[in-house]
């Protein structure tokens, strides 16, 4: 069994958007896909057979007021309006880019979402295809971006960005059954997180405290995630799929060009599947 992780990234994501896209072009199927945060939109899209679809999310709608910034804020409360991007207005069946809910519902093979529950801290992996037809509740708890979003209430638990507990979850992936494992990464295979910046965020979480402990781990549990998927590599377990460099993109950069060549460097970088997957 092959399977696929994307550990999303907000804007960066459209790295991994260009795999899929990729992967659509050249007719390449895998058995297992596990998505995280914005990775959780870019593979319902590939499952949708939705060509462009995610470059259409990160280089046009992610500009919109609607989504990000003080007008969201004051719309929502929320800096990122989740409901904006996942609810009708956009996906919804009648919305301006619907999501193919029938035929992503139709795809073969098992679809994760990884979301952190608020409570404990814990990742809780909700299966897309156990879901109702127009579901997005697991996309949302899994973008949930600590400070810039309120926890996603979803079913009977509150969660945030899977992130925060499963950023790289190949190790999932392998528990389901897979053999061989493609990880995506939106930032350079070398660049290893560093605790202060999350450590300041954490304060802010008072409420929450085992998000807190999370937030404060996140740079420890993402770094370790690291070298084992580097060990898996070495074992050719694992591909390890990362751009070069991604300038000065962050994860919230409003920057199209440079969503857009992050996007093609996922497609050039997504050749290297052929090799892997043939082997």
């Known amino acids: 069994m092959i399977g696929i992780v994307d550990p999303g990234g907000g804007n960066r994501a459209s790295f991994g958007s260009g795999i899929f896209d990729y992967c659509l072009e050249h007719d390449i199927s895998f058995d297992c896909l596990i998505g995280v945060s914005a990775g959780s939109a870019n ?12 470059l259409k999310f990160y280089s046009d709608y992610s500009f919109r007021s609607d989504y990000m910034g003080v007008k969201a804020f004051l719309k929502s409360g929320n800096y990122l309006d989740l409901d904006y991007i996942f609810g009708p207005e956009l996906a919804g069946e009648n919305g301006e880019y619907p999501l ?3 035929t992503m519902m139709a795809s073969d093979g098992t679809f994760l979402i990884v979301a952190t529950n608020a ?9 897309v295809h156990s879901l109702e037809k127009g579901d997005n509740g697991p996309c949302m708890a899994s973008c949930c971006v600590p ?23 190949f190790q999932k992936a392998m528990d389901c059954g897979c053999d061989r494992v493609v990880v ?19 304060k802010l979480l008072g409420r929450y405290p085992a998000i807190q402990k999370a937030l404060i781990n996140r740079a420890e549990t993402y770094n370790k995630q690291l070298d084992q998927a580097k060990n898996l590599e ?19 950069t409003k ?12 497609k050039k970088e997504a ?9």
């Open 119 to 127: 409570e404990t801290g814990e990742p809780v992996y909700f299966d």
């Open 184 to 202: 995506i990464l939106t930032k350079p295979r070398d660049f290893y997180r560093r605790k202060k910046n999350d450590a300041l965020a954490a």
């Open 234 to 252: 070495r074992q050719g377990k694992v591909i390890i799929l990362a751009p070069d460099t991604i300038g000065n993109m962050k994860t919230l």
């Open 43 to 54: 593979i319902a899209s590939f499952l949708a057979k939705q060509h462009g679809r995610g």
């Open 255 to 266: 920057d199209r060009s440079a969503i857009i060549t992050l996007y093609e460097k996922g």
């Open 271 to 279: 050749e290297r599947l052929q090799t892997f997957l043939r082997d």
């Open 147 to 169: 400070l810039a979003s309120k926890p996603v209430h979803y079913q009977n638990g509150y969660y945030f960005d899977g992130g925060l507990s499963d950023p790289i979850p």
């Open 100 to 102: 193919d809910y029938d």
